[in-house]
């Protein structure tokens, strides 16, 4: 029996001004999770989520290595961003900058970690920690419309995890 899937269920909390931390379980090991997150191939599969078409994923997978993802949003709208892995730690965290080029000068830090659901090897529990240079730079990012949009990704981030089984 496959387990029930957890559509629209990411929770976004303000720690502080600078910070958004995000927090979603997925019914999929924690290695599929990784994979689907970490290969250029897979990300594809589902950065966008419902709200565009993912041109490209760079991904030089080591730490000191950079990354790029580009989606088109809409016609004519093009998104890129782009960033510096500083850690790596296999099946359990990513420690990356993060740079959404239409704020070239604004940038994060994000500490995206994996860890079993409750013990439960057959579940995810994937927490990302932004920490923004700025609270202007937070708030510009939480008034993106970022949350919907994130939701959409993470629901197909785990559509493609689970189809990796």
Same mark, same amino acid.
């Given at each position: 029996?496959?387990?029930?899937?957890?559509?629209?269920?990411?929770?976004?909390?303000?720690?502080?001004?600078?910070?958004?931390?995000?927090?979603?379980?997925?019914?999929?090991?924690?290695?599929?999770?990784?994979?689907?997150?970490?290969?250029?191939?897979?990300?594809?599969?589902?950065?966008?989520?419902?709200?565009?078409?993912?041109?490209?994923?760079?991904?030089?997978?080591?730490?000191?290595?950079?990354?790029?993802?580009?989606?088109?949003?809409?016609?004519?709208?093009?998104?890129?961003?782009?960033? &510096?892995?500083?850690?790596?730690?296999?099946?359990?965290?990513?420690?990356?900058? @993060?740079?959404?080029? *239409?704020?070239? =000068? %604004?940038?994060?830090?994000?500490?995206?970690?994996?860890?079993?659901?409750?013990?439960?090897?057959?579940?995810?529990?994937?927490?990302?920690?932004?920490?923004?240079? &700025?609270?202007?730079?937070?708030?510009?990012?939480?008034?993106?419309?970022?949350? @919907?949009?994130?939701? *959409?990704?993470? =629901? %197909?981030?785990?559509?493609?995890?689970?189809?990796?089984?």
């Amino acid at each position: 029996m496959t387990a029930p899937t957890t559509t629209g269920t990411a929770k976004v909390e303000l720690p502080s001004a600078t910070t958004i931390l995000i927090t979603r379980e997925f019914a999929a090991p924690r290695h599929l999770v990784w994979r689907a997150y970490t290969e250029p191939e897979l990300v594809k599969r589902w950065w966008a989520g419902e709200k565009g078409e993912v041109t490209l994923v760079e991904s030089d997978f080591r730490v000191g290595g950079r990354w790029r993802q580009v989606m088109v949003a809409g016609p004519g709208f093009e998104v890129g961003f782009n960033g &510096e892995f500083r850690e790596i730690v296999e099946f359990e965290k990513i420690v990356c900058t @993060e740079t959404f080029e *239409g704020m070239p =000068d %604004a940038y994060s830090v994000n500490t995206i970690s994996f860890a079993d659901s409750a013990g439960d090897p057959g579940r995810t529990t994937l927490t990302m920690l932004i920490g923004h240079t &700025e609270a202007a730079h937070r708030d510009a990012h939480i008034n993106s419309g970022m949350e @919907e949009g994130m939701q *959409g990704s993470m =629901d %197909a981030l785990e559509r493609v995890a689970v189809s990796l089984r």
